[in-house]
């Protein structure tokens, strides 16, 4: 990586000012899930330990630009400090008076938590104004928020330009480790499982994994645009009528290219989208198999499942992202459960990425079974189609 990394830094009595994602869940301000907070501690203890005075910033939530108590990090700052069993200070504003003076007393290894970054509109506008003053008196910035990294934001990228060095923390440099470098020269066969709703969502990704997959494995909703496309009857089911081109021309792309392609060869239908609805599977679409009205696809069937998971076991590399079906509910959820398992039993090396398909793999307790699981959905999904994020893109480079 041609990017300053956290241990390229001496941070003994420097100030470090480091974007985390402290974008966590609250219910009525209680943490409901502070995976988030653990995730960026081997970064912050790093510093502490370096002897840094360390000044952390993150998001939360989607503020309107003002402060909006709703999305106070002040919690934040109160369990940071019982995990890192230290004191945390935390600065009302993230620029301006407060924020100047706690960061002016914080001694060697002291830790200050500023308030949310998107109390001010200059941090999604990328305002330079804004930047300076976050970036106050810091002598480094270190990224290690991947969540945000496809953001050119005031504290992803325009921090950047006000500091002598920027680098990425250990969370960003894991993230690229996996998505980036092992993806270059893939184990083979490289297999991409992809889901969710929209086709439209992840043109660019299935654009630029023709060029590096062996397989693509497509189940969920964007199955069924394939599968109209094709010309079967889908009835109801969630597709994109108007991409039926479009799916045209990734098939004939794959074939011309020698990438094969795994379209649903059933489906699990029902007629009414509710937990506990009762569920059919279509014939197989190559015995004439359709989806009738009234009735729409909500996972793919068993003969599906038999040959992806056939797939999958045969795999080198597995990059997996989007569900195969409504995994939220239980009787739908059989396809997305049993390919999870399959990936996790595989001897590849498996990646799995994207929210939804990261909320399945913990819903089945498989993460520990999986080599990597990205922490942002849309960041992860832009590094695989290629693209450079600009919250590291204006690290320093080595
Ligand atoms: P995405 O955000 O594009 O990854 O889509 C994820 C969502 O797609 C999940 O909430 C799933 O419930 C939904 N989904 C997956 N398969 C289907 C389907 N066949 N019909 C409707 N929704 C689906």
């Not at 994109?240 to 489906?267: F, N, Q, R, Y």
């Amino acid at each position: 990586m041609s990017k300053l990394s956290i241990r390229d830094l001496t941070v003994e009595d420097r100030e470090v000012l480091m974007r985390v994602d402290f974008n966590v869940p609250l219910d009525e301000g209680a943490i409901t899930d502070d995976t988030r907070i653990e995730a960026a501690l081997p970064s912050i203890r790093y510093l502490i330990e370096g002897g840094a005075r360390v000044v952390l910033c993150s998001h939360l939530g989607r503020p309107k630009g003002e402060p909006d108590p709703r999305y106070s990090l002040r919690p934040v700052a109160v369990r940071l400090s019982e995990l890192l069993g230290k004191e945390v200070s935390f600065a009302s504003d993230c620029i301006g008076e407060d924020a100047a003076s706690g960061r002016a007393q914080l001694g060697r290894g002291d830790v200050i938590l500023l308030e949310n970054t998107r109390f001010h509109a200059g941090e999604k506008s990328n305002d330079q104004d804004f930047a300076r003053a976050l970036a106050g008196a810091a002598d480094y910035f270190v990224n290690d928020a991947f969540g945000t990294a496809h953001r050119a934001h005031g504290s992803t990228e325009g921090v950047t330009r006000y500091v002598e060095k920027s680098a990425m923390g250990f969370l960003i440099e894991k993230e690229l480790k996996y998505l980036c470098e092992k993806l270059e020269n893939p184990e083979r066969p490289f297999v991409v499982i992809l889901g969710g709703a929209k086709v439209s969502d992840k043109i660019e990704v299935i654009t630029s994994l023709l060029e590096k997959a062996d397989c693509l494995i497509i189940g969920g909703a964007m199955a069924n645009t394939f599968l109209h496309a094709k010309g079967h009857r889908m009835g109801d089911s969630l597709l994109e009528a108007d991409k039926s081109a479009l799916a045209l021309d990734i098939l004939s792309k794959a074939e011309s290219k020698g990438v094969k392609i795994l379209l649903p060869l059933d489906t699990r239908i029902t007629q009414e989208f509710k937990d506990g609805a009762e569920t059919r599977v279509t014939a197989p679409y190559s015995e004439g198999g359709e989806v009738e009205d009234g009735w729409e696809g909500i996972d793919i069937g068993d003969v599906s499942i038999g040959e992806f998971c056939a797939e999958v076991a045969g795999a080198g590399t597995i990059v997996w992202n989007g569900p195969m079906g409504v995994f939220e509910l239980t009787s739908f959820e059989k396809g997305t459960k049993e390919l999870a398992h399959a990936v996790a039993d595989s001897q590849a090396l498996t990646i799995v990425g994207g929210g939804d398909s990261v909320t399945a793999v913990k819903k089945y307790n498989l993460g520990e079974s999986m080599s990597f699981i990205s922490t942002g959905g849309g960041a992860s999904l832009e590094l695989l189609e290629g693209k450079e994020l600009p919250g590291v893109t204006a690290l320093t480079d080595i």
